[in-house]
Nanobody
């Protein structure tokens, strides 16, 4: 299983950016997908998660500004980020709770995409 994240880049404070993450491989089902981030010099933290039934959860620092959505039929999750702040600067990682065709369940991570918020 592979997760490919994309959409990172440089954006000005107050701007918007949309991240995408697609999972591929021998995927039988996905229970949930999510985004985490690691700011420079800090630990990785929750950004948002979404379950296969559409339930979402957000980290406190992004509530009201970020929106997670998913197309589980395409094994893809999106993160719409608005009103970006310099403190949102981080490497953003996607993950997915996946069951493969052997019934083996794993938590897989993408390679990360850098988001820089700066004027």
């Amino acid at each position: 299983v592979q997760l490919q994240a994309s959409g990172g880049g440089l954006v000005q404070p107050g701007g918007s950016l949309r991240l995408s993450c697609a999972a591929s491989g021998r995927i039988f089902t996905i229970h949930h997908m999510g985004w985490y981030r690691q700011p420079p010099g800090k630990q990785r933290e929750l950004v948002a998660t979404i379950t296969s039934s559409g339930s979402t959860d957000y980290g406190d620092s992004v509530k009201g500004r970020f929106t997670i959505s998913g197309d589980m039929s395409k094994n893809t999750v999106y993160l719409q980020m608005s009103s970006l702040k310099p403190e949102d600067t981080a490497v953003y990682y996607c993950n997915a709770d996946i069951v493969d065709y052997s019934g083996y369940r794993t938590l897989d991570w993408g390679q990360g995409t850098l988001v820089t918020v700066s004027s």
